[in-house]
T-cell receptor
Framework: DADVTQTPRNRITKTGKRIMLECSQTKGHDRMYWYRQDPGLGLRLIYYSFDVKDINKGEISDGYSVSRQAQAKFSLSLESAIPNQTALYFC????????????FGPGTRLTVL | QKEVEQDPGPLSVPEGAIVSLNCTYSNSAFQYFMWYRQYSRKGPELLMYTYSSGNKEDGRFTAQVDKSSKYISLFIRDSQPSDSATYLCAMIYNFNKFYFGSGTKLNVKP
């Protein structure tokens, strides 16, 4: 079984709709992250959480919100989706370490029409 | 200026070639340097990490860091078609300030 799972794997939606992407992990890690990946721009950090009570904005948090429901669950919401939020979204986890190795989920491909 | 710069490629080489992938960075505070490999339709996975300037080897892979030039490299010897993937460099300082490069897509032709 995968250690980091993301649902849905693919989603097509329309402009203005509210969308939630979910991430679950069985690795027992406290730290969780949401990234988006765009061609030529690489991975950009949206939000991160170092424990259940800790939520931090990343590089590109505008238009996004998150919820850390439990140690194992971290959800990303797009309150009102727009076409330039079309991207591949990854959830990742890590435990505290000097190099902060991150373990990524399989990704969610989101298309906003 | 981006914190981390990486040539997006694509880089196409014949099987058996030596591959050199590179990143430059601007912040001298970076302490740890990582290389992640991402296969198509998968999430990235850590390939190697290193701390100090110099070389670190792991099988066919060598990670090199030159802090004085703010330049890191990943060398792949005897490249195989299974090495075809996107390679992302990543860097961290203060244990929680981390940045990824944009990734270089590598294609190793049989």
């Amino acid at each position: 079984d995968a250690d980091v799972t993301q649902t849905p794997r693919n989603r097509i939606t329309k402009t203005g709709k509210r969308i939630m992407l979910e991430c679950s992990q069985t690795k027992g890690h406290d730290r969780m992250y949401w990234y988006r990946q765009d061609p030529g721009l690489g991975l950009r950090l949206i939000y991160y959480s170092f424990d259940v009570k800790d939520i931090n904005k990343g590089e590109i948090s505008d238009g996004y919100s998150v919820s850390r429901q439990a140690q194992a669950k971290f959800s990303l919401s797009l309150e009102s989706a727009i076409p330039n939020q079309t991207a591949l979204y990854f959830c990742a986890t890590s435990e505290p370490s000097v190099h902060n190795e991150q373990f990524f989920g399989p990704g969610t491909r989101l298309t906003v029409l | 200026q981006k914190e981390v710069e990486q040539d997006p490629g694509p880089l196409s080489v014949p099987e058996g070639a030596i591959v050199s992938l590179n990143c430059t960075y601007s912040n001298s505070a970076f302490q740890y340097f990582m290389w992640y490999r991402q296969y198509s339709r998968k999430g990235p996975e850590l390939l190697m990490y290193t701390y100090s300037s110099g070389n670190k080897e792991d099988g066919r892979f060598t990670a090199q860091v030159d802090k004085s030039s703010k330049y890191i490299s990943l060398f792949i010897r005897d490249s195989q078609p299974s090495d075809s993937a996107t390679y992302l460099c990543a860097m961290i300082y203060n244990f929680n300030k981390f940045y990824f490069g944009s990734g270089t897509k590598l294609n190793v032709k049989p």
